[in-house]
């Protein structure tokens, strides 16, 4: 079983900072992209970035020059370096992941359970 877990959400005040993680465990053969997306209340979720397996990046017009995607293939793992946060950053934040499953042999898209982040003005 594939399972994402989300970590480093808080709260934090209006130009304040903020990593969040985002580590990959169980059957885990490989990972192809992996994103972070957000869901602020009543709103849609929307992409804030993603990032290959190779490392090349992309980010949602509004978290551009502020927030940065890496990984580290090694450990499964994706974080989110959030810089200069607003409070319209405030929302749950959720990872997900291309993963392929080494033990079912099948590719599939997973999702974490979300971790909220919370700007304060």
């Known amino acids: 079983q594939v399972q994402l877990v989300e970590s480093g959400g808080g709260l934090v005040q209006a130009g304040g900072s903020l990593r969040l993680s985002c580590a990959g465990s169980g059957s885990i053969l490989s990972i192809n992209n992996m994103a972070w997306h957000r869901q602020a209340p009543g709103e849609q979720r929307e992409l804030v970035a993603a990032i290959t397996r190779g490392g090349t990046t992309t980010y949602g017009d509004s978290v551009k020059g502020r927030f940065t995607i890496s990984r580290d293939n090694g450990k499964n793992t994706v974080y989110l370096q959030m810089n200069s946060l607003k409070p319209e950053d405030t929302a749950v934040y959720y990872c997900?992941?291309?993963?392929?499953?080494?033990?079912?042999?099948?590719?599939?898209?997973?999702w974490g359970q979300g971790t909220q982040v919370t700007v304060s003005s």
């Open positions: 997900a992941a291309d993963v392929i499953d080494g033990r079912l042999h099948r590719r599939g898209n997973y």
